[in-house]
Structure formats: C-alpha cells, structure tokens
C-alpha cells in the first residue's frame, strides 16, 4: 500500500460546473476526512466517515458540497456550481481503528482551480 | 472558541538547531501535532504528543509541551536544507477517536541557509 491517493491532483475549471474528487485511503483504515486548504492557510476540516457513515460535517460544508463512502473504502467529493471561492488543495485523510485512530496520514492533495 | 497560532517564518542557518513555537486555548486538547508540508505536497505527520507528556524526543526532533501556558514547541536539530518547508501545528479536542476535526494553526515557513 502506498498511502492515501488522490484523484485528480489539480483540476481547473469554469465557475459554475461541477467538479468531483476521489480518494482511496490507506486499505486497513476505516476513517477518512476531508479538509480544505487555502493559500496561506493551514487545513480547515470539512467532514468525517468511519466506514460507510458521515458522523460529522463542518459549517464550511455549503449545501454545494457532498461527500460520499458508499462501501466504507474510496470516498469522493463533489462540489457543484463551483465558485471562484471554492479554489483550495482539497486534502484526504485517513486513520486505523485502535490506538492509531488519533493519528491521521493525509494524501498529496487535489488543487481546485475555479476560473 | 478553539484557536492555533504560529509565528509566519523562521530562517536558521543550516546545522543550527530550529525552534518553532505555536500556542493554542483548548485547555481540553489531548493530542498536539506537528506537520510538514513541502511545496506541492500533502502533509506529512513528523510527530505528535499526548496531553499527559511534556516532552517526546523522536531522532533530531524533540517536542516539548508546557499545558500550563497552552504552548507547544518542536527542536530540529542540525538543521538541513531538506528541513525548509511549511510547518503546522495542529490539536484535537477528542481522544476518542470519534471526531475527525483536527484544528491547524497558519503555518511556520522554515528557511534554512546553506
């Protein structure tokens, strides 16, 4: 396993269409998160899954954003209508069950870029 | 509310030791982070602490953690220009492992000098 991925890692697109991105976490783990980089900025958490179940979201997560784990492995976020504002590096995490549930390894990152 | 503070930029001449600082307010925070960030790239865990300790020493880094004044700090030592990246400290409230939310601060530029 090479760690978490990302798909795709920059993606430029006009305002108003919708952009999707995916993330495949690190096999064992159960967890996965979503943040939000902005330029200058650390990350801004945007929402949780263990396994299949979104247990938490942000109030950054605009009734624009959704993000789905269907069958508990690969996540995916989309985003519709995109906005000049939404341009960020969207980062995907993810952590095992147990004693290493605290600690989260983040994926490379995908860079939106809305014209 | 929660909050993560750094000092924006550091630059250390390359085999000194680098310290940087970041505070925080949760005084319920449990475990404390440092990342690093390199230009392009996704953040790598370096190291963390939980909120029992005051100190971790991991190689050439070592974190000291003083809950009393709610600040957390990481040593390099014999810093090299591999070191010079971004910085970021970040905390997270529930051990549990129930919650997914870490809270970062902005960020520390490391500059290390030939």
């Known amino acids: 396993d090479t760690g978490v991925s990302q798909d795709p890692r920059h993606k430029i697109t006009k305002r108003g269409q919708n952009v999707t991105f995916r993330c495949d976490p690190i096999?064992?783990?159960?967890?996965l998160y979503w943040y939000r980089q902005t330029l200058g900025q650390g990350p801004e958490f945007l929402t949780y899954?263990?396994?299949?179940?979104?247990?938490?979201k942000s109030r950054l997560l605009s009734d624009r954003f959704s993000a789905e784990r269907p069958k508990g492995s690969f996540s995916t976020l989309e985003i519709q209508r995109t906005e000049q504002g939404d341009s960020a590096m969207y980062l995907c995490a993810s952590s095992p069950r147990g004693p290493g549930a605290n600690v989260l390894t983040f994926g490379a990152g995908s860079r939106l870029t809305v014209l | 509310g929660e909050d993560v503070e750094q000092s924006l930029f550091l630059s250390v001449r390359e085999g000194d030791s680098s310290v940087i600082n970041c505070t925080y307010t949760?005084?319920?925070?449990?475990?404390l982070y440092w990342y690093k960030q390199e230009p392009g790239a996704g953040l790598q865990l370096l190291t963390y602490i939980f909120s029992n300790m005051d100190m971790k020493q991991d190689q050439r880094l070592t974190v000291l953690l003083n809950k009393k004044d709610k600040h957390l700090s990481l040593r390099i030592a014999d810093t090299q220009t591999g070191d010079s990246a971004i910085y970021f400290c970040?905390?997270?409230?529930?051990?549990?492992?129930?919650?997914?939310?870490?809270?970062f601060g902005q960020g520390t530029t490391l500059q290390v000098k030939p």
């Open positions: 949760d005084s319920s925070s449990t475990y």
């Open positions: 970040a905390e997270r409230t529930d051990g549990s492992g129930n919650t997914g939310n870490l809270i």
């Open positions: 899954f263990q396994n299949e179940a979104q247990l938490e």
């Open positions: 096999s064992e783990h159960n967890r």
